[in-house]
């Protein structure tokens, strides 16, 4: 029927929104349910003309993100908390997703690549979750002496780069395999990713040193350079794709350089720029989250949901497992080593930017879109069960071992 538009979308999503925060829930779980409502698997009321402009909304919300992080990365902070931080943002992603990789293929009937673009999309934390957390900790100094939150939201920022980095390659190796079936896997491309990471953070970084001096040359107000800000990363991102397969290069770590050498170089600068691509986040989660939940098929949903809980739980069971493993010789009390391990169940924004990309990719390859819907539906049942519960325990845990550094702030 196509009644609802963008405005009455977004008037729901709020509604919903502040509902489940209320209720003591992520309110990314509500938008969830009003795209499912409205959706293919609901009503059915969602205008097709929205539909059409969701790839592309998704693709700016994953922009809003990548240049969020890349802001509030600070390289200081990573000096700070060491080596620890770069353990954090690799071994438990990889871990996690070479597990799904393996136990995915058997539960849920899927091919090694299919499997592995699951694990990938289930391998990140989401900074939605995580990042407001930790910010509130930083605030009330509460584990500060250690750098405990400051540790687990720089690896869990590069936890996500590196998920959606493995992400965004395997969908080429898919749409690669579908133009020629005999094709193995491009395993020089696998030989190349170190390479595309250069090349991404010296273009982003060469982006960046151009934009600052446009911006102290003309002095252009913060919303023209917010706006130039976010052209200049989805063209980075368009020139990724513009490219695949000539040369190595990664748009996703572009943005993200972009990001880090404006905090670098000029914070007076980049802290309003930060401010103003918050408030742009608050129509982007709305937008993206519901356009998530439109998407879902119900049908493929519940066929896969015990075999999806599966695969989920052993993820999380052996991501865990190599938190504490990164975590040994590290100082930190027992209590300390389980709330970085909480810290890191979360999933929600990451699942939401990328979770539907190989559906589409799919789609448009002509593929049969069975594993690409399988990849969706436990992506979004990633997001009902592990946010809510991974933001509950997160907090939880942190109120009993993360006591105020300063006496007098635990005194009050």
Not at 6 to 15: D, F, H, Q, V
Not at 285 to 290: G, N
Request: hydrophobic share 60%; proline share 5%; net charge neutral.
């Amino acid at each position: 029927m196509g009644w609802f538009g963008l405005a009455e979308l977004l008037i729901l999503a709020l509604l919903t929104d502040g509902l489940f925060r209320r209720l003591g829930l992520p309110g990314l779980i509500g938008m969830l349910l009003v795209g499912i409502a409205l959706g293919q698997s609901g009503l059915g009321l969602l205008d097709p003309k929205l539909l059409a402009l969701s790839g592309e909304l998704r693709q700016m919300a994953l922009v809003v993100i990548l240049l969020r992080v890349g802001l509030g990365l600070n390289l200081r902070t990573l000096q700070q908390v060491g080596r620890r931080v770069l353990l954090l943002a690799w071994i438990p992603a990889a871990v996690e997703g070479f597990t799904i990789t393996l136990v995915a293929q058997p539960l849920l009937g899927l091919g090694s690549l299919e499997a592995a673009l699951l694990g990938s999309v289930i391998a990140a934390v989401s900074p939605a979750v995580v990042v407001p957390l930790m910010l509130r900790l930083i605030e009330e100094k509460r584990g500060t002496a250690k750098a405990i939150p400051q540790l687990v939201m720089a690896a869990a920022s590069l936890d996500d780069i590196a998920v959606i980095v493995v992400n965004g390659m395997l969908l080429g190796l898919l749409v690669q395999q579908a133009s020629s079936p005999g094709l193995q896997l491009p395993w020089s491309q696998l030989a190349g990713l170190p390479l595309g990471l250069l090349l991404g953070a010296a273009a982003g970084a060469g982006l960046g040193l151009m934009l600052l001096r446009w911006i102290e040359r003309f002095g252009p107000q913060v919303n023209r350079q917010v706006l130039v800000i976010l052209a200049l990363a989805l063209l980075l991102l368009r020139l990724q794709d513009s490219i695949q397969g000539l040369v190595p290069f990664t748009g996703l770590v572009a943005a993200l350089a972009l990001g880090v050498l404006l905090l670098e170089l000029r914070p007076q600068l980049a802290q309003p720029i930060a401010t103003k691509l918050a408030s742009i986040w608050v129509f982007a989660e709305l937008v993206l989250f519901t356009l998530v939940g439109v998407q879902v098929d119900l049908n493929v949903a519940w066929h896969s949901g015990l075999a999806g809980l599966a695969v989920l739980a052993i993820g999380l069971v052996t991501r865990c497992a190599a938190v504490l493993a990164c975590l040994a010789g590290s100082g930190f009390s027992a209590g300390e080593r389980l709330f970085v391990t909480v810290a890191y169940i979360p999933k929600a924004t990451v699942q939401a930017a990328i979770g539907a990309m190989p559906l589409l990719a799919m789609q448009a390859a002509g593929l049969p879109s069975g594993p690409g819907e399988i990849i969706l539906a436990v992506a979004v049942l990633s997001i009902l069960t592990t946010a809510p519960l991974g933001a509950w325990l997160s907090s939880l845990v942190a109120d009993r071992v993360l006591r105020p550094d300063d006496p007098q702030l635990e005194a009050r």
